[in-house]
């Protein structure tokens, strides 16, 4: 073990700084060379960027290091990654720089280097890895910052980057859920309805100024369910005026309605009974919704 200054470490090879500053260490330990040392190798930091960089920006001069032999370049990965220990939460941007340190160093990346970097099994790692590096700037900030899951990101990757950079600018307006269900409706308005670039942006921002942006949207992508569910809510709201509740199948694809009414005495159960009575000149009309 030896004290290096954090300064000559820094201006070493940062070929292998290749995850973010997760982890934040007390400044008491630094103090006291109590840190982790940063991993030496033939002079090249394996690991330990980010103790650098947290020594640098508190002001510690000096830091403990250790000195390991040299090895082959899928050697010094594999104790990078194991040293970094959080086997199952890095993020894809930190895939990333595994992947195209691999890519760039011809290094194979086998079950032994992935089970370091997943908790347990993953399937297609270098293929999804792969997508995720292929994404514009703002579908992979979505995905890095855990806002959408990257097989929806897969399925919306076509979409003009303005939106997917507004939907990441407004992202109080929908929750993840909302989020991922908005961007794939948008993506199928645009695809079936052959919208350009300025077009699919400028529904999109119209969208999420909206009160409920999937709402709105979905009326856009179902524009005659929107209407059939209009029709019916007026045909609805004549009954429910009376205390009947008139209800409808999914999406209208059925072949019955169904009403369902307290009541609490004879005269109440007869004027129900008269409230359906009159409705019957709307029948024919609901029944061309299903």
């Not at 008491?28 to 991993?39: A, D, H, S």
């Not at 640098?56 to 899928?74: H, Q, T, Y």
């Not at 308005?189 to 709402?215: F, H, N």
Request: proline share 6%; charged share 25%; with cysteine.
């Amino acid at each position: 073990m030896t004290i290096s200054p954090f300064e000559a470490l820094l201006s070493m090879s940062g070929e292998y700084d290749l995850f973010l500053d997760i982890k934040a260490w007390p400044k008491l330990l630094f103090e006291n060379n109590l840190t982790p040392p940063v991993i030496l190798a033939d002079d090249v930091p394996i690991w330990g960027f980010s103790l650098m960089r947290q020594a640098r920006d508190i002001g510690i001069p000096e830091l403990p290091c250790m000195r390991i032999s040299p090895a082959e370049k899928k050697d010094l990965l594999y104790i990078a990654i194991a040293l970094e220990n959080r086997a199952g939460s890095y993020s894809w941007e930190e895939r990333k720089n595994i992947l195209e340190f691999c890519l760039i160093n011809n290094i194979a990346v086998d079950d032994a280097i992935i089970q370091t970097i997943e908790a347990g099994r993953f399937t297609d790692w270098q293929k999804k890895t792969e997508k995720y590096i292929g994404f514009p700037d703002s579908l992979k900030k979505l995905v890095q910052s855990r806002m959408l899951d990257i097989k929806s990101a897969e399925k919306i990757v076509s979409l003009p980057e303005p939106c997917i950079a507004l939907v990441y600018e407004k992202k109080e307006k929908l929750t993840h859920s909302e989020r991922r269900i908005f961007l794939e409706q948008l993506h199928e308005v645009m695809q079936r309805d052959g919208l350009a670039e300025k077009e699919t942006s400028a529904l999109c921002r119209t969208m999420l100024d909206a009160p409920d942006p999937v709402k709105l949207l979905e009326a856009a992508r179902y524009p005659n369910l929107s209407s059939m569910q209009k029709e019916f809510l007026q045909h609805a709201q004549l009954l429910r005026k009376q205390g009947i509740a008139l209800s409808a199948p999914d999406n209208f694809e059925g072949e019955a309605f169904f009403i369902r009414f307290p009541f609490v005495s004879r005269q109440n159960f007869n004027k129900k009974v008269n409230a359906l009575q009159a409705f019957e000149n709307h029948i024919d009309e609901l029944f061309t919704l299903l």
